[in-house]
């Protein structure tokens, strides 16, 4: 074991600059495990798109790396690249932990200081997506470039983000990073970070007393298993099948459901199962959060950047060379009731003429949510769907299966838990009863 050095040091071995020549791009990774490199799916989404290799520069060699696992942009835009080529480096350590307040370290090699630089932030709150979690971030600079970048958690001494994107790149405003919880469980190098760090002990040397204590493989306390977005859609094939029926026939769908039915699971399932069976890409679905859209500038920069423009003018004529197939509106509760949200309504019934399926995801029916937009017409979303996809309660069967699947791997079993799904229960409320009876059940063992 070699000697420990302070943790910024060691995180700064631990990234290199990735860059595709072809288009001049560039970003930041970093190590997870031997030979195998985590950063942001839309820095390489080149290399994705035409088959290229992607160059690594690291310790003053360049050498190519390939992508092994690619997961688009907006959600949860994570890659996975190997690169064999660069034996003996160090690994980050890995620890989901974050707290409001948390003060964060990262580098990475920015446009502005492309041979490396640093950035210090603070964890302001999750901000959800539609199809899941960001993490926050304020008080810190995030330069093009710094995408892809670890971010340490100080109080922790593990990472716990990749940082994706700026929320105002010329100030400390601060930015958006994605949890390393997003990392699809068939790629989790979990097993990989266990057996690195405890054949390794630079990482772990440099952590305090309390820290190490955190360490997953090294205490016998557990995380709570009921909380944390669960790994599979259970409950929900009919509605799935409904909704694929109605995509199948070119028709617009509509999904109703109150907080914590699993309309953001849906949605995730949905995109999964559209790619499949439709045989659509990732840049033909296109997910819309109405919680983060005002207005319908807000609207059409969000369908830009996701077909990858940068005027507003030149939306239509991308559509034509980028077409969408799907796009998936969320939180539609959250859009303007006004007269900016009827410009955003009407705009988006406008694009039947680009034969676009839109998928509209509400707490209410739409004819409630927007029954007051033009008293001399029908609202645009007035017969979207004459038969919205409405999500009940779970039945018990499928709450006793949802609490099983969480359960899994821990000390207790469903029997512990079966008077929580004797009835009809929506995801969340469940799961937030199992939590609490968990907590409870944890803290009465010996």
Not at 273 to 300: H, P
Not at 407 to 413: E, S, V, W, Y
């Amino acid at each position: 074991m070699g000697p420990s050095q302070d943790l910024d040091d060691l995180l700064r071995r631990c990234t290199v600059r990735l860059c595709i020549p072809q288009d001049g791009s560039q970003g930041t990774g970093f190590w997870v495990a031997p030979s195998l490199l985590l950063t942001c799916a839309h820095v390489v989404e080149t290399a994705q798109t035409q088959s290229l290799p992607v160059e690594i520069a690291d310790a003053g060699r360049t050498v190519s790396g390939r992508i092994v696992a690619f997961f688009a942009k907006p959600y949860p835009d994570l890659a996975l690249l190997r690169c064999d080529e660069l034996p003996n480096h160090p690994c980050v350590y890995l620890n989901p932990d974050i707290a409001l307040r948390d003060s964060l370290y990262s580098y990475g090699y920015t446009d502005q200081q492309p041979n490396g630089d640093s950035a210090t932030f603070e964890y302001e709150g999750p901000t959800d997506t539609g199809l899941g979690s960001l993490l926050k971030l304020k008080q810190g600079q995030s330069r093009p470039g710094l995408s892809g970048a670890p971010l340490l958690n100080l109080r922790t001494g593990g990472v716990c983000g990749i940082v994706k994107s700026s929320r105002d790149r010329d100030s400390d405003l601060g930015g958006r990073a994605v949890p390393i919880t997003c990392i699809p469980p068939e790629h989790d190098p979990a097993a990989l970070q266990q057996s690195y760090h405890q054949q390794n002990g630079d990482w772990l040397g440099c952590l305090s007393d309390e820290q190490q204590r955190q360490v997953p493989w090294q205490t016998a306390l557990s995380g709570n298993p009921f909380y944390g977005e669960s790994p599979a859609l259970l409950g929900r094939e009919e509605e799935l099948r409904r909704i694929l029926e109605k995509l199948r026939a070119n028709s617009h769908c509509s999904i109703v459901g109150p907080s914590g039915s699993g309309k953001t699971l849906l949605l995730q399932e949905l995109r999964r199962q559209a790619k499949l069976q439709f045989g659509w890409r990732d840049q033909e679905i296109c997910c819309l959060d109405f919680r983060q859209i005002n207005s319908l500038n807000e609207l059409k920069q969000g369908v830009l950047e996701h077909l990858g423009g940068e005027k507003s003018s030149e939306i239509r004529s991308l559509l034509r060379h980028k077409p969408l197939q799907l796009l998936l509106l969320d939180n539609l509760g959250g859009m303007e009731t006004g007269s900016q949200g009827l410009k955003m309504r009407r705009w988006l019934r406008g694009l039947e003429q680009c034969h676009i399926r839109l998928v509209a995801v509400s707490n209410e029916r739409l004819e409630i949510l927007f029954h007051k937009d033009d008293p001399t017409r029908d609202s645009p979303f007035a017969g979207l769907d004459s038969s919205p996809i409405e999500l009940p309660p779970l039945t018990p069967d499928f709450c006793r299966q949802l609490v099983q699947q969480r359960l899994a791997g821990t000390a207790f079993g469903i029997a512990q838990f079966e008077t929580l799904c004797n009835g009809w229960r929506q995801p969340r409320a469940l799961l937030s009863e199992c939590a609490g009876r968990y907590e409870e059940l944890r803290w009465r063992r010996p």
